[in-house]
């Protein structure tokens, strides 16, 4: 048996609501969940069932109503807006549901955007996002700007830029949903690779077939996990 592994990220106790009052909606109801390291982990539910929510949650891009959020043994749930950038710079790799790509960039600069903000500049920066593009078949569109890219390429690129810091947690929201199935597969495929490599991957999916390339499957229905 091998270790067991370490738990990058916690939730316990999570609730989410959105709005006051007569217009407040729960969307997550008290959800406890361990993400670790070296495991590729998918996230599954019907359309509005807190996916997105749970994963912003988990990326520090949304505070909890109630409940604890654990990064790498850290508190980070009620850190506010002024510490919440570092923590996120350097231990999570976003994958948007919209990309949220800088448009009037180039596919390399996108990437190279996450390493200069970790100190990493000039050759070795572009180097790197070379490197990690081509690795995910772009090779010929580095120097194109993102807004002239296909949706299946600009995706691409948010995987790409997602890795390129090399951060310990990796989360992404449908990065397969523009993407045709082959390509789909392969960016499944470098995504586990990278877990296997000792990242925590969680991925939201709604394509059954990529249930057969994770280690561990957690499903979300009406704001809680069931088993
Ligand atoms: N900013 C918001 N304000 C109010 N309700 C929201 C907001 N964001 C999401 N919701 C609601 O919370 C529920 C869960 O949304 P979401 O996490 O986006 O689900 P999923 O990603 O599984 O489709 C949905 O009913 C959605 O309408
Ligand atoms: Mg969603």
Request: with cysteine.
């Amino acid at each position: 048996m091998s270790a067991p592994s370490q738990v990058t990220a916690s939730l316990r106790g999570v609730v989410k609501r959105y709005g006051r009052g007569h217009t407040a909606f729960t969307a997550l109801r008290g959800i406890d969940l361990d993400v670790r390291a070296g495991e590729l982990t998918l996230l599954m539910g019907p359309s509005g069932s807190g996916k997105t929510t749970l994963i912003s949650i988990l990326g520090c891009l949304l505070e909890p109503t109630e409940g604890s959020v654990e990064i790498r043994g850290q508190r980070v749930d009620s850190l506010g807006e002024r510490r919440l950038p570092a923590v996120r710079l350097r231990n999570i790799g976003f994958v948007f549901q919209g990309f949220n790509l800088l448009r009037s960039l180039t596919a390399i600069e996108n990437v190279e955007v996450p390493l200069f903000l970790c100190g990493v500049h000039g050759r070795r920066a572009r180097a790197r996002a070379l490197e990690l593009l081509e690795s995910l078949g772009l090779e010929g569109k580095e120097r194109q700007l993102t807004e002239d890219l296909s949706g299946g390429e600009k995706q691409r690129v948010a995987i790409a830029r997602a890795l390129a810091a090399d951060p310990p947690l990796v989360l992404a929201d449908e990065p397969t949903a523009a993407l045709d199935t082959r390509t789909g597969w392969q960016m499944m495929e470098a995504l586990r690779d990278r877990a296997h490599g000792g990242v925590a991957v969680m991925v939201v999916t709604h394509d059954v077939r990529l249930e057969a390339l994770a280690d561990r499957i957690v499903r979300i229905e009406d704001g809680r996990l069931v088993a």
